[in-house]
């Protein structure tokens, strides 16, 4: 309904992280090639979601901010997410969310370890 995709949501959940990610930053940690954040970061700057600045740690660089726009955007986005994450863990009880999300993560990121 909000026309993200899960990429697209997730560079846009960086950018309104606070971390003011650069572009390389992004594309080291969702595993993606720079071309492909250049384009996530371009249908994003086209929907006024974010806006590139230049990065004060590295002139050559750009820090992927979100736009008042983005910031709503990402808020209704990280609802869906939440609710979906609700219907298809109903069953489980917290205690055991937390188990499987630790556990998933383990599984993500068992090659940085």
């Known amino acids: ?3 993200l995709k899960v990429r697209s949501y997730s ?12 572009q390389r ?3 080291e940690f969702l595993f993606l090639d720079p071309s492909q954040i250049v384009a996530l970061v371009d249908q994003l700057e086209k929907r006024g979601a974010v806006k590139r600045k230049a990065d004060p740690r590295d002139r050559r660089s750009n820090i992927i901010t ?3 726009a983005g910031k709503r ?3 209704q ?3 869906v ?3 979906a994450g609700e219907a298809s863990l109903g069953a489980l009880s917290p205690a055991e ?3 499987l999300r630790d556990l998933l993560r383990r599984v993500a990121f068992a090659d940085q370890a």
Do not use: H, M
């Open 1 to 3: 309904a909000l026309d």
């Open 11 to 22: 560079v846009l959940s960086l950018a309104c992280s606070g971390l003011n990610p650069s």
């Open 25 to 27: 930053e992004l594309a």
């Open 66 to 68: 979100p736009t008042a």
């Open 73 to 75: 955007l990402y808020a």
């Open 77 to 79: 986005a990280a609802a």
């Open 81 to 83: 997410v939440q609710g």
């Open 97 to 99: 969310r937390n188990q």
